[in-house]
């Protein structure tokens, strides 16, 4: 095939497409993504569908995985030339080698362009320094991380929601979910006098158990997690509601004292956005972690921390 280049009128080469790095978090419900200039600046940032790790094992989550980080690179292409890949993959291992290839053949880079690593590890570094305190995240999952003086990820929790997750946006709709059908069990129609079941067969669509049923087994954990802000939404009105949401801070600060057990008090920050559902939650947490431990919220914004991180891997402009 032959070819022709043409230079503009003025004679000029067009200037090069600078060269960004990428920071992609990825979680249940969300992933977000922000690319980073030389001078790990972010240039740009969005937001796609969540993903995790654990949905790898599937011929359906491996579809989804190529359809999300394929739109990633076609996205991060159109802002200029990607030159690493930083991502943080709810439940990512590093047994799990087939993921981080795939990722740089859809990227269309060298596998030592892409580093790979769970999600909370990027989260913790954007708010703390090494071995400065203990994080606890709460979205759809629940974990409390820490990153030592040379480097070493520590958690509490982060079991996933067969086996915990307390506290996060999946257990309290868990809670909930279970409070209503126990009720009805004894009390058949019980839902019409309970605010916090109307809530939650409001989001459902139904009071019928089938779509309950539906929801629950055909659902992602995201969308599962999202009835906690149905919980939320009457906590002022029902008490049950109220209870599960201080139950979540109680749960949270277990996570924090885990940590505080084995390495010692130091400060916690609560990321996530379990925190912005209902200030039951922080309220509980702060009740139930020691007094001389500090608490602090925050929002992480991880996927800008994991651009800027593979900003610095960029070579330098000649």
Not at 251 to 270: D, K, N, Q, T
Request: glycine residues 10%; hydrophobic residues 40%.
């Amino acid at each position: 095939m032959n070819s022709e280049f043409f230079l503009p009128e003025s004679g000029e080469l067009p200037p090069p497409l600078p060269l960004l790095g990428l920071g992609i978090d990825t979680g249940g419900t969300q992933t977000r993504w922000a690319l980073a200039n030389q001078q790990q600046s972010v240039v740009a940032s969005g937001t796609a569908e969540g993903f995790t790790a654990l949905q790898f094992g599937t011929r359906e989550g491996k579809t989804a995985f190529q359809h999300l980080f394929a739109t990633l690179a076609a996205t991060a292409r159109s802002h200029g030339e990607l030159g690493y890949v930083k991502a943080g993959i709810t439940g990512f291992s590093s047994e799990q080698a087939q993921l981080h290839h795939m990722i740089a053949r859809i990227f269309e880079l060298p596998d030592s362009s892409v580093s790979i690593g769970n999600d909370i590890e990027i989260a913790y570094l954007d708010i703390f320094s090494p071995g400065a305190g203990y994080l606890i995240y709460a979205g759809t999952g629940s974990i409390a991380a820490y990153i030592d003086e040379n480097g070493e990820f520590h958690r509490a929790g982060g079991r996933g929601y067969l086996i915990d997750d307390g506290g996060s946006g999946y257990w309290i709709a868990r809670e909930a979910l279970q409070y209503i059908w126990r009720n009805e069990d004894e009390q058949p129609g019980y839902w019409r006098q309970s605010r916090l079941a109307q809530s939650i067969f409001h989001q459902i669509g139904s009071h019928d158990w089938q779509r309950t049923k539906d929801f629950v087994y055909h659902r992602s954990r995201g969308d599962i997690g999202k009835l906690a802000l149905g919980v939320a939404a009457v906590a002022s009105q029902d008490t049950v509601a109220a209870d599960i949401l201080w139950r979540a801070g109680q749960e949270l600060a277990r996570l924090a004292i885990s940590l505080c057990h084995r390495y010692g008090p130091r400060p916690v920050v609560l990321s996530g956005r379990v925190q912005e559902l209902h200030p039951l939650i922080t309220e509980s947490l702060r009740k139930h972690l020691p007094s001389e431990i500090s608490l602090r919220q925050s929002t992480c914004q991880a996927h800008f921390s994991a651009a800027r991180l593979a900003a610095k891997q960029l070579p330098d402009t000649p």
